[in-house]
């Protein structure tokens, strides 16, 4: 039987530890758990969807922070089984004041020019996302902008043509919505919002240059 978790006050406020070594701790403690779970679950059901035998999950360690802790941190759904940055994927991660749900083309992932440029001749898949949805074009910011203003046309072309530029789109959801006492709402919002995520996701698979 499928085992469905949620995330409780007590993991947001692990982002209010002050030590890197303390906030790591419980990283590994409370939310990595939970993130194994979630993770294997949206795999299991995406896959089929995406024509894939599975989906990777990979759970960030944050191994290059030696000083300043992590102000989110997150699982990562798709990829290979040796990353998933060069590729879209899924994430699901956690800053202290919400629940991320993103499609993300986060650090240069290959072919990003084709992809962008498909995004900016074709943005019906885009379009047509609910008015709740948000985006974002720089994963370490925690600020993002509500899809009906973000005036992604910019941000695609900028997603294109900058080094830095980035592409994240999806649904957040407060630390104290009422939905995290309710395992099983939560699991179904987020599956919706993946599931609403998906035409973008094959999109960008088309996008690559046809070998």
């Known amino acids: ?66 000083k300043n802790p992590p102000q989110d941190t997150w699982c990562a759904i798709g990829g290979d089984n040796r990353g998933y940055k060069k590729y879209p994927h899924f994430q699901l991660g956690l800053y202290q004041s919400h629940l991320f749900i993103w499609l993300a083309f986060i650090d240069n992932p290959q072919f990003e020019k084709e992809m962008a440029q498909s995004f900016i001749d074709n943005d019906a898949t885009i379009q047509a996302l609910p008015a709740d ?25 900028r997603w294109r043509d900058s080094k830095k530029g980035e592409f994240l789109v999806g649904r957040q959801l407060s630390a104290t919505d009422p939905i995290f006492k309710d395992a099983q ?27």
């Open 1 to 66: 039987m499928m085992e469905l978790v949620s995330f409780t006050q007590e993991d947001f406020d692990v982002f209010a530890i002050e030590s890197l070594e303390s906030r790591m701790n419980e990283i590994r403690k409370k939310i990595q758990p939970k993130f194994r779970t979630i993770g294997t679950e949206i795999s299991k059901d995406l896959s089929p969807l995406l024509g894939a035998n599975s989906l990777p999950v990979h759970i960030a360690q944050h191994l290059r922070r030696t």
């Open 185 to 211: 709402a939560l699991h179904i919002f987020v599956l919706e919002t993946y599931h609403s995520l998906v035409p973008i996701y094959k999109q960008a698979f088309q996008a690559y240059p046809s070998e």
């Open 133 to 157: 949805y948000v985006i974002s074009y720089d994963h370490t910011m925690e600020g993002v902008l509500p899809i009906d203003e973000s005036e992604w046309s910019k941000g695609l072309v």
